[in-house]
């Protein structure tokens, strides 16, 4: 609950935490009643439900509950002990020690044996001794990946990082000021950097100070990531910096072989691959370019979009071509953008999820959503607008008197909404004709009388135009906007939704089981196969497809269904779509044939659904097909 408050930073109703939590709303006022208890005021509570104060961005939720901490210490205990002790840790002894059961300890390293996996570290075991074999650099992962493991539900801020680093007996005070250091630096030598990635170095970095401070360095031969792409000059020039940084903020002396390191994982994640060395232009390896090209040569033949192709795969190509050298670090950049450019712009990050699938499949790595959304943003900026002057919306400027006054506030007017808004038509009476005014939005400087039709359209403004008067303006364009594309919505879902494919009270269970049932009822209608239903299956797996808080559309890779159709699924208790309750499952099958449906049906069915609100509306009334039609149809209209 505390997550989900902090992430939304607004009021949220009791009936939401509990349903999203599936618990009651008793149950929401006791974890309120608690977190209040620990840190005074952390939650405020009024009459539009409850929201998170600055206070509780610092909770400590361990502290509600003693109890539930001590097995996690237990477990960062017992790891920071195999890290350390090069004859290895005695079952029996630690048991003592900790004063718990053998039993408990043995389920401990259970536990750390499971969290070993792809660390390059192996679990060995003789008689009652266990012990971690492996490289120093792979200790030092293992450490990033439980921080990592500790992070808060939702918390992408360097706080986070360093909440989760005191978790497991790191020297975290230093956190910020280190980020804050390494960033000016790097600035300060003629790199863009990427602040949202230097909270991963500055963990890295303190992880080395404790390893060090422990006797443990690492040698000067020790692997260096992403030497191929940076000049020596560079690395050692980085290298300097860090050594530098980490002496005076956790006061150790770092080795060659640490700084260096330190430096190519710096220069992997936090630099801009494209501002390293402007006197060397870098380019990725040919194989990875080639790659790239494939993939956006894909997404631009599926989803028939213009995009500016050459500069696009070269930068896009670096970036991948760190992220592999990342991935094979450990090293994972994150991107808080992530659930907001989900459902702002689904298109984009639907053509993230391809790039990254075909590159998934030639490559051998998985992309993880932080990494899609770098690849959306990627695409959002190389697309080409096709006619900014067909999107902009028309109006008519009623402005009466001076002719001056008039033509300095229509100039006024399309300098400040020029992308936006065109002013077709100017009239000069004191009483025209208000219903013959056929453009998209009337910008009046006398009052309108009562009642008029198409009074939405109309906003009234001041001759001379302020701040506040172009961004109300701006505030009508986007509701016309709005207004246009969920008519659209309206006239059209009627023909989409299929009578035989309705499922009410769907069982809280796996996204893929709600995928099959859902998919299965479209294949009976012969509208899709299974191989639709198993590619639809893949980009789950790829990626969740909850789009927003409570509505998840799941759908195939390809567009081989034999028409467009949607399948729907609703729970009043929610659904728990990997981490996310949605109340409302939209399993669309898309044709070939209907490409432009794609676009509509992401765009405005989640804008319908951005509201938790609207889905948990529907998920209460709807009880078939046609009253969820109803209710939808309602949503649109009010929208």
């Known amino acids: 609950m505390l997550g989900i408050l902090v992430r939304r930073s607004d009021w949220v109703t009791a009936g939401y935490l509990a349903d999203h ?81 053998t039993g408990t300890v043995e389920g401990d390293l259970r536990r750390i044996r499971g969290m070993l996996r792809g660390t390059g570290l192996a679990y060995r075991r003789e008689a009652a001794v266990v012990s971690l074999d492996g490289s120093e650099l792979a200790r030092r992962r293992f450490v990033g990946r439980v921080v990592n493991a500790e992070l808060d539900d939702g918390a992408l801020d360097p706080s986070a990082v360093r909440r989760a680093a005191e978790r497991v007996g790191l020297d975290a005070d230093a956190f910020a000021a280190t980020g804050r250091d390494l960033v000016a630096a790097l600035s300060e030598q003629g790199y863009r950097v990427n602040e949202l990635a230097a909270a991963d170095v500055v963990l890295r970095i303190a992880i080395a100070a404790d390893r060090v401070a422990h006797g443990y360095s690492l040698g000067s031969s020790a692997a260096e990531p992403g030497g191929e792409g940076e000049t020596e ?120 999820v391809a790039v990254a699938s075909d590159l998934s499949r030639e490559l051998g790595v998985e992309f993880p959503d932080d990494e899609i959304t770098d690849i959306a943003m990627h695409l959002g900026t190389a697309i080409e607008s096709d006619g900014d002057a067909r999107a902009r919306l028309t109006a008519t400027l009623v402005c009466p008197g ?135 299956l893949e980009r789950e797996r790829v990626s969740s497809t909850a789009f927003t808080e409570s509505l998840a559309v799941p759908h195939a890779m390809t567009m081989s269904a034999e028409r467009t159709a949607i399948a729907v699924a609703i729970s009043e208790h929610g659904i728990d779509w990997h981490g996310d309750r949605v109340r409302v499952v939209a399993f669309v099958a898309f044709s070939e044939s209907d490409r432009s449906a794609f676009q509509t ?39």
Do not use: C
């Open 21 to 101: 939590l599936g618990v009651t709303p008793r149950s929401v006022r006791s974890y309120v009643t608690a977190i209040n208890q620990l840190t005074p005021d952390a939650i405020e509570s009024g009459p539009l439900g409850y929201r998170a104060t600055p206070r509780a961005a610092a909770i400590e939720i361990d502290g509600l509950d003693p109890a539930r901490g001590t097995p996690r210490e237990r477990l960062h205990t017992l790891i920071r002990r195999l890290l350390d002790s090069d004859e290895g840790v005695d079952v029996f002894e630690t048991a003592l020690e900790m004063q718990v059961s």
């Open 601 to 639: 049906v992401f765009e405005q069915l989640i804008d319908v659904f951005a509201e938790p609100e609207n889905a948990r509306r529907v998920a209460r009334r709807a009880t078939d097909l046609p009253t969820f039609l109803t209710e939808l149809a309602a949503l649109i209209d009010e929208g």
């Open 402 to 536: 001076m002719d001056e006054m008039r033509r300095q506030l229509r100039e006024r007017l399309e300098n400040a909404l020029g992308g936006e808004v065109a002013v077709t038509e100017v009239s000069t009476s004191y009483e025209p004709e208000w219903e013959r005014f056929a453009t998209d939005l009337v910008l009046t400087t006398i009052d309108p009388p009562a009642h008029v039709p198409g009074s939405d359209r109309i906003v009234r403004i001041p001759p001379f135009l302020s701040e506040r008067d172009v961004a109300r303006v701006a505030d009508a364009a986007t509701r016309v906007r709005r207004q246009r594309r969920l008519a659209r919505l309206r006239a059209e879902i009627q023909k989409w939704f299929v009578p035989g494919a309705f499922m009410r009270d769907a069982p809280a269970s796996a996204p893929a089981d709600v995928i099959r049932v859902l998919g299965g009822a479209l294949r009976a209608e012969g509208i899709i196969d299974d191989a639709y239903i198993d590619s639809a």
């Open 233 to 352: 000059h560079e690395r050692a020039r980085v290298a300097d910096l860090i050594g530098g940084i980490a002496l005076e903020r956790f006061g150790v002396t770092l080795g060659e072989g640490d700084t260096r390191h330190l430096a190519s994982l710096a220069l992997l994640s936090v630099v801009d691959p494209g501002s390293a060395d402007p006197r060397a232009p870098r380019r990725a390896d040919p194989a990875i370019e080639a790659a790239v090209a494939r993939a956006v040569d894909g997404v631009v033949s599926a989803h028939g979009v213009a995009l500016a192709r050459g500069e696009l795969v070269a930068r896009l190509a670096l970036h991948v071509q760190n992220f592999l050298q990342r991935a094979e670090e450990q090293l994972f950049s994150r991107n808080p953008m992530t659930r907001s450019l989900k459902a702002a712009s689904p298109l984009v990050f639907e053509m993230a």
